[in-house]
Protein backbone atom coordinates (compact mmCIF):
# COMPACT_ATOMS: atom_id res chain seq x y z
CA UNK A 1 0.00 0.00 0.00
CA UNK A 2 1.33 3.38 -1.19
CA UNK A 3 2.15 5.52 2.36
CA UNK A 4 -0.15 8.41 1.62
CA UNK A 5 -2.86 5.47 1.24
CA UNK A 6 -1.70 3.80 4.41
CA UNK A 7 -1.49 7.40 6.26
CA UNK A 8 -4.97 7.71 5.66
CA UNK A 9 -6.01 4.48 6.44
CA UNK A 10 -4.90 4.84 9.98
CA UNK A 11 -5.95 8.06 10.40
CA UNK A 12 -10.12 6.59 9.15
CA UNK A 13 -9.47 3.75 11.52
CA UNK A 14 -7.96 5.85 14.72
CA UNK A 15 -11.17 8.67 14.09
CA UNK A 16 -13.25 5.68 13.98
CA UNK A 17 -11.60 3.57 17.34
CA UNK A 18 -10.05 5.67 19.77
CA UNK A 19 -12.26 7.75 21.82
CA UNK A 20 -12.66 11.78 20.89
CA UNK A 21 -12.14 12.52 24.36
CA UNK A 22 -8.25 11.02 23.65
CA UNK A 23 -7.77 11.71 20.33
CA UNK A 24 -8.43 15.98 21.79
CA UNK A 25 -6.27 15.00 24.35
CA UNK A 26 -2.22 15.95 23.99
CA UNK A 27 0.31 13.33 25.61
CA UNK A 28 2.12 14.17 28.82
CA UNK A 29 4.99 16.04 27.40
CA UNK A 30 8.91 15.85 28.88
CA UNK A 31 11.37 18.77 27.81
CA UNK A 32 14.35 17.53 26.39
CA UNK A 33 17.20 18.39 28.59
CA UNK A 34 20.23 17.30 26.79
CA UNK A 35 23.10 20.17 27.41
CA UNK A 36 21.11 21.77 29.93
CA UNK A 37 21.23 22.44 33.81
CA UNK A 38 18.18 20.00 34.48
CA UNK A 39 16.02 21.92 37.42
CA UNK A 40 12.34 21.05 36.03
CA UNK A 41 11.30 17.50 37.30
CA UNK A 42 11.97 17.55 41.32
CA UNK A 43 14.64 14.91 40.96
CA UNK A 44 17.39 14.69 43.44
CA UNK A 45 21.10 16.12 41.37
CA UNK A 46 23.39 13.39 43.44
CA UNK A 47 24.29 10.14 42.63
CA UNK A 48 25.63 7.50 44.53
CA UNK A 49 29.35 7.19 45.99
CA UNK A 50 31.62 5.21 43.62
CA UNK A 51 31.87 2.00 46.28
CA UNK A 52 28.04 2.78 47.06
CA UNK A 53 27.69 1.77 42.64
CA UNK A 54 30.55 -1.00 42.84
CA UNK A 55 28.78 -2.81 45.57
CA UNK A 56 25.31 -2.31 43.85
CA UNK A 57 26.68 -3.59 40.16
CA UNK A 58 27.81 -6.86 42.41
CA UNK A 59 24.72 -7.62 43.40
CA UNK A 60 23.32 -6.76 39.75
CA UNK A 61 25.46 -9.64 38.56
CA UNK A 62 23.64 -12.16 40.96
CA UNK A 63 20.66 -11.27 39.47
CA UNK A 64 18.32 -14.39 37.58
CA UNK A 65 16.69 -12.51 34.21
CA UNK A 66 15.12 -15.47 32.85
CA UNK A 67 12.68 -15.85 35.75
CA UNK A 68 9.78 -13.15 36.62
CA UNK A 69 10.63 -11.37 39.63
CA UNK A 70 8.89 -11.50 42.92
CA UNK A 71 4.82 -10.91 42.07
CA UNK A 72 4.28 -9.13 45.02
CA UNK A 73 8.01 -7.61 45.99
CA UNK A 74 8.26 -9.05 49.30
CA UNK A 75 11.64 -8.32 50.46
CA UNK A 76 11.54 -5.01 49.20
CA UNK A 77 7.64 -4.37 50.99
CA UNK A 78 9.92 -5.44 53.91
CA UNK A 79 13.05 -2.66 53.17
CA UNK A 80 10.07 0.12 52.86
CA UNK A 81 8.15 -1.18 56.18
CA UNK A 82 11.59 -0.95 58.17
CA UNK A 83 13.03 2.31 56.78
CA UNK A 84 9.50 4.07 57.12
CA UNK A 85 8.28 2.80 60.24
CA UNK A 86 5.34 0.91 58.82
CA UNK A 87 4.03 -0.78 61.39
CA UNK A 88 3.04 -4.57 60.45
CA UNK A 89 -0.48 -4.37 60.93
CA UNK A 90 -0.55 -2.13 57.51
CA UNK A 91 0.03 -3.48 54.47
CA UNK A 92 2.00 -2.02 51.27
CA UNK A 93 1.32 -1.94 47.40
CA UNK A 94 3.54 -1.65 44.88
CA UNK A 95 3.45 0.42 41.57
CA UNK A 96 5.20 1.43 39.13
CA UNK A 97 5.75 5.10 40.28
CA UNK A 98 2.90 6.74 41.71
CA UNK A 99 0.86 6.91 38.48
CA UNK A 100 0.36 3.39 38.26
CA UNK A 101 -1.01 3.76 41.34
CA UNK A 102 -3.35 6.45 41.00
CA UNK A 103 -4.29 4.36 38.05
CA UNK A 104 -5.09 1.15 39.95
CA UNK A 105 -6.96 3.07 43.03
CA UNK A 106 -9.57 5.52 40.41
CA UNK A 107 -10.01 1.76 38.59
CA UNK A 108 -10.66 -0.30 40.92
CA UNK A 109 -13.27 2.24 42.41
CA UNK A 110 -14.81 3.03 38.84
CA UNK A 111 -18.18 2.62 38.73
CA UNK A 112 -20.83 5.26 35.78
CA UNK A 113 -21.02 7.97 38.75
CA UNK A 114 -17.59 7.68 40.20
CA UNK A 115 -16.32 11.43 40.71
CA UNK A 116 -12.02 11.80 41.82
CA UNK A 117 -11.95 14.88 43.39
CA UNK A 118 -8.54 17.13 44.71
CA UNK A 119 -7.44 20.63 45.53
CA UNK A 120 -5.82 22.37 42.39
CA UNK A 121 -3.93 23.31 41.13
CA UNK A 122 -2.28 19.89 42.01
CA UNK A 123 -0.53 16.93 40.29
CA UNK A 124 -1.75 16.70 37.10
CA UNK A 125 -1.78 13.10 36.46
CA UNK A 126 -5.13 12.71 39.36
CA UNK A 127 -7.12 14.63 36.63
CA UNK A 128 -5.61 13.22 33.65
CA UNK A 129 -5.99 9.20 34.98
CA UNK A 130 -9.27 9.66 35.64
CA UNK A 131 -10.11 11.30 32.37
CA UNK A 132 -8.91 7.97 30.60
CA UNK A 133 -10.68 5.95 32.73
CA UNK A 134 -13.81 7.92 31.84
CA UNK A 135 -14.92 8.90 35.74
CA UNK A 136 -15.77 12.89 36.42
CA UNK A 137 -13.31 14.88 37.86
CA UNK A 138 -13.75 18.09 40.06
CA UNK A 139 -11.33 20.71 40.98
CA UNK A 140 -11.18 22.84 43.86
CA UNK A 141 -9.51 25.94 43.93
CA UNK A 142 -6.63 26.57 46.46
CA UNK A 143 -7.43 30.00 48.42
CA UNK A 144 -5.20 32.78 49.22
CA UNK A 145 -0.82 31.92 48.64
CA UNK A 146 -2.06 28.31 47.80
CA UNK A 147 -3.91 27.33 50.96
CA UNK A 148 -6.48 24.58 50.88
CA UNK A 149 -10.11 26.58 51.17
CA UNK A 150 -11.48 23.97 53.84
CA UNK A 151 -15.27 25.42 52.80
CA UNK A 152 -14.83 24.99 49.43
CA UNK A 153 -13.56 21.44 49.81
CA UNK A 154 -16.17 20.39 52.31
CA UNK A 155 -18.71 22.20 50.51
CA UNK A 156 -17.49 19.91 46.68
CA UNK A 157 -17.50 16.98 49.12
CA UNK A 158 -21.12 17.14 49.87
CA UNK A 159 -22.12 18.04 46.47
CA UNK A 160 -20.49 15.52 44.84
CA UNK A 161 -20.01 12.59 47.00
CA UNK A 162 -16.17 11.51 45.61
CA UNK A 163 -15.48 8.17 45.58
CA UNK A 164 -11.84 9.30 46.10
CA UNK A 165 -10.37 12.38 47.49
CA UNK A 166 -6.93 13.10 46.38
CA UNK A 167 -4.31 15.17 48.71
CA UNK A 168 -0.63 15.88 48.07
CA UNK A 169 1.21 16.80 51.15
CA UNK A 170 3.18 18.74 50.49
CA UNK A 171 1.20 20.19 47.07
CA UNK A 172 2.63 20.00 43.93
CA UNK A 173 3.65 22.38 42.69
CA UNK A 174 2.86 24.74 45.40
CA UNK A 175 5.62 22.80 47.60
CA UNK A 176 3.23 23.55 50.92
CA UNK A 177 1.46 21.40 53.42
CA UNK A 178 -2.38 21.84 53.91
CA UNK A 179 -1.96 21.32 57.71
CA UNK A 180 -3.18 18.23 59.68
CA UNK A 181 -6.61 19.99 60.98
CA UNK A 182 -7.61 20.66 57.65
CA UNK A 183 -6.62 16.72 56.38
CA UNK A 184 -8.62 15.58 59.04
CA UNK A 185 -11.73 17.46 58.42
CA UNK A 186 -11.69 16.48 54.74
CA UNK A 187 -10.94 12.86 55.83
CA UNK A 188 -13.93 12.74 58.03
CA UNK A 189 -16.39 14.57 55.16
CA UNK A 190 -15.32 12.46 52.74
CA UNK A 191 -17.66 9.46 52.00
CA UNK A 192 -15.20 7.21 49.98
CA UNK A 193 -11.53 6.44 49.84
CA UNK A 194 -8.74 9.98 50.79
CA UNK A 195 -5.49 9.02 49.66
CA UNK A 196 -2.65 11.67 51.10
CA UNK A 197 -0.06 11.52 48.50
CA UNK A 198 3.34 11.49 50.43
CA UNK A 199 5.56 12.30 47.42
CA UNK A 200 7.39 14.80 48.80
CA UNK A 201 7.25 13.85 52.40
CA UNK A 202 11.32 13.33 52.75
CA UNK A 203 11.61 17.20 52.58
CA UNK A 204 8.78 18.11 54.90
CA UNK A 205 7.62 17.98 58.31
CA UNK A 206 4.56 15.65 58.24
CA UNK A 207 3.68 11.94 58.47
CA UNK A 208 0.63 10.60 57.85
CA UNK A 209 1.22 7.13 58.89
CA UNK A 210 0.04 7.82 62.27
CA UNK A 211 -3.67 8.64 60.84
CA UNK A 212 -3.77 5.51 59.40
CA UNK A 213 -5.23 4.14 62.94
CA UNK A 214 -7.73 6.55 62.89
CA UNK A 215 -9.69 6.63 60.17
CA UNK A 216 -11.36 3.74 57.67
CA UNK A 217 -11.08 5.51 54.94
CA UNK A 218 -7.46 6.17 54.66
CA UNK A 219 -4.82 5.30 52.36
CA UNK A 220 -1.16 6.85 52.04
CA UNK A 221 1.04 6.76 49.08
CA UNK A 222 4.51 7.52 48.51
CA UNK A 223 7.32 7.00 46.15
CA UNK A 224 11.22 6.81 45.82
CA UNK A 225 11.51 9.12 43.08
CA UNK A 226 12.36 12.23 44.68
CA UNK A 227 14.76 10.50 47.10
CA UNK A 228 17.14 10.23 44.30
CA UNK A 229 15.81 6.60 42.75
CA UNK A 230 13.55 8.16 40.31
CA UNK A 231 15.19 5.70 37.28
CA UNK A 232 13.49 3.27 39.30
CA UNK A 233 9.74 3.89 39.23
CA UNK A 234 9.08 2.65 42.37
CA UNK A 235 6.03 3.94 44.58
CA UNK A 236 4.09 2.10 47.03
CA UNK A 237 0.72 2.59 48.87
CA UNK A 238 0.27 1.99 52.56
CA UNK A 239 -3.54 1.22 54.08
CA UNK A 240 -5.38 -1.43 55.92
CA UNK A 241 -5.08 -5.23 54.53
CA UNK A 242 -8.59 -4.68 53.39
CA UNK A 243 -8.17 -1.86 50.92
CA UNK A 244 -4.64 -3.06 49.67
CA UNK A 245 -6.46 -6.89 49.28
CA UNK A 246 -8.82 -4.80 46.82
CA UNK A 247 -6.75 -2.52 45.04
CA UNK A 248 -3.73 -5.46 44.30
CA UNK A 249 -6.93 -7.30 42.30
CA UNK A 250 -6.31 -4.68 39.90
CA UNK A 251 -2.31 -4.29 39.96
CA UNK A 252 -1.30 -5.97 36.71
CA UNK A 253 0.91 -9.45 37.33
CA UNK A 254 4.75 -8.74 37.84
CA UNK A 255 4.37 -5.02 37.75
CA UNK A 256 7.70 -4.38 39.30
CA UNK A 257 10.51 -5.87 37.78
CA UNK A 258 13.69 -7.70 38.77
CA UNK A 259 16.12 -4.61 38.36
CA UNK A 260 14.08 -2.56 40.12
CA UNK A 261 13.08 -4.95 43.26
CA UNK A 262 17.19 -5.88 43.57
CA UNK A 263 18.27 -1.90 43.01
CA UNK A 264 15.39 -0.69 45.56
CA UNK A 265 16.06 -3.54 47.82
CA UNK A 266 19.66 -2.43 47.85
CA UNK A 267 18.88 1.51 48.14
CA UNK A 268 16.78 1.07 51.77
CA UNK A 269 19.74 -0.91 53.13
CA UNK A 270 21.53 1.74 52.37
CA UNK A 271 19.19 4.76 52.73
CA UNK A 272 21.76 6.76 54.95
CA UNK A 273 23.59 7.86 52.17
CA UNK A 274 19.96 9.05 50.86
CA UNK A 275 19.30 10.96 53.60
CA UNK A 276 22.45 12.50 53.59
CA UNK A 277 21.66 13.98 50.08
CA UNK A 278 17.59 14.98 51.40
CA UNK A 279 19.31 17.10 54.74
CA UNK A 280 21.67 19.27 51.83
CA UNK A 281 18.77 19.32 49.57
CA UNK A 282 16.17 21.11 52.95
CA UNK A 283 19.03 23.67 53.44
CA UNK A 284 20.13 24.42 50.09
CA UNK A 285 16.20 25.15 49.47
CA UNK A 286 16.16 27.50 52.49
CA UNK A 287 19.25 29.20 50.77
CA UNK A 288 17.58 29.22 47.55
CA UNK A 289 14.57 30.35 48.63
CA UNK A 290 15.84 33.59 50.86
CA UNK A 291 18.20 34.16 47.68
CA UNK A 292 14.66 34.36 45.43
CA UNK A 293 13.04 36.58 48.04
CA UNK A 294 15.83 39.31 47.39
CA UNK A 295 14.79 39.52 43.39
CA UNK A 296 13.13 42.56 42.09
CA UNK A 297 10.46 41.23 39.63
CA UNK A 298 9.33 37.85 41.26
CA UNK A 299 6.83 36.50 43.89
CA UNK A 300 8.17 33.70 45.90
CA UNK A 301 6.53 31.08 47.87
CA UNK A 302 7.92 28.89 50.92
CA UNK A 303 8.30 25.37 50.48
CA UNK A 304 8.10 22.28 51.93
CA UNK A 305 8.88 19.96 48.99
CA UNK A 306 12.81 19.85 46.68
CA UNK A 307 11.38 22.72 44.77
CA UNK A 308 10.18 26.16 44.82
CA UNK A 309 7.42 27.95 43.04
CA UNK A 310 7.73 31.67 42.02
CA UNK A 311 5.70 34.25 39.53
CA UNK A 312 7.60 36.27 37.21
CA UNK A 313 6.21 39.73 38.06
CA UNK A 314 7.63 41.69 35.28
CA UNK A 315 8.73 39.13 32.34
CA UNK A 316 6.13 37.34 30.88
CA UNK A 317 6.87 33.61 32.24
CA UNK A 318 7.18 31.71 28.80
CA UNK A 319 9.58 34.57 27.86
CA UNK A 320 11.97 33.62 30.88
CA UNK A 321 11.86 30.20 30.55
CA UNK A 322 12.93 30.45 27.38
CA UNK A 323 15.32 32.73 27.90
CA UNK A 324 16.45 30.80 31.16
CA UNK A 325 16.69 27.71 28.74
CA UNK A 326 19.16 30.06 25.99
CA UNK A 327 21.28 30.78 29.14
CA UNK A 328 21.59 26.88 29.56
CA UNK A 329 18.88 26.08 32.02
CA UNK A 330 15.98 24.00 32.02
CA UNK A 331 12.97 24.98 34.82
CA UNK A 332 9.37 24.42 34.65
CA UNK A 333 7.07 27.05 33.53
CA UNK A 334 3.42 26.46 34.72
CA UNK A 335 2.29 29.39 33.35
CA UNK A 336 -1.27 28.03 31.71
CA UNK A 337 -1.84 24.89 33.59
CA UNK A 338 -4.17 26.47 36.03
CA UNK A 339 -5.54 30.06 36.17
CA UNK A 340 -3.91 30.30 39.55
CA UNK A 341 -0.33 29.67 38.11
CA UNK A 342 -0.67 32.76 35.19
CA UNK A 343 3.19 33.50 35.23
CA UNK A 344 4.40 30.82 37.61
CA UNK A 345 7.37 29.14 37.25
CA UNK A 346 9.28 25.85 39.24
CA UNK A 347 12.36 25.09 40.03
CA UNK A 348 14.15 22.11 41.27
CA UNK A 349 16.81 21.75 44.40
CA UNK A 350 19.89 21.54 42.60
CA UNK A 351 23.58 21.15 43.72
CA UNK A 352 24.65 24.39 44.83
CA UNK A 353 26.41 24.55 41.74
CA UNK A 354 23.69 24.45 39.85
CA UNK A 355 21.39 26.74 42.27
CA UNK A 356 23.81 29.31 41.95
CA UNK A 357 24.01 29.15 37.94
CA UNK A 358 20.33 29.61 37.83
CA UNK A 359 20.63 32.46 40.55
CA UNK A 360 22.68 34.56 38.54
CA UNK A 361 20.81 33.97 35.12
CA UNK A 362 17.64 34.83 36.72
CA UNK A 363 19.02 37.65 38.13
CA UNK A 364 20.65 38.89 35.04
CA UNK A 365 17.46 38.47 33.17
CA UNK A 366 15.18 40.05 35.71
CA UNK A 367 17.57 43.54 35.25
Known amino acids: MPQRELDQAVKARIEKWIRPDIQS??????????????????????????????????????????????????????????????ESHHDVLLGNGSDELIQIIIAALATDDLTVLSPEPSFVMYEMIAKFL????????????????????????????????FLAQPNNPTGNLFGEEKVRRVIEAAP????????????????????LSDYSNLVVMRT???????????????????????????????????????????????Y?????????????????????????????????????LFQSDKIPARELHQSLVEEGILIKCLDGAHPLLTDCLRVTIGTPEENSVFLKALAKLLQ
Open 224 to 270: LSKVGLAGLRLGFLVGHPGWITELNKVRLPYNINQLTQASAQFALAN
Open 134 to 165: RVNYVGVPLGKDFKLDLTAMLDAIETHQPGVV
Open 25 to 86: LKAYQVADASGLIKLDAMENPYTWSDSLKKQWLEQMQNQSFNRYPDPQGKVVVDGLKEAFGI
Open 192 to 211: GLVVVDEAYLAFADSNALKL
Open 272 to 308: DQLAKQITQLVTDREQLYKSLQQLDGITVWPSQANFI
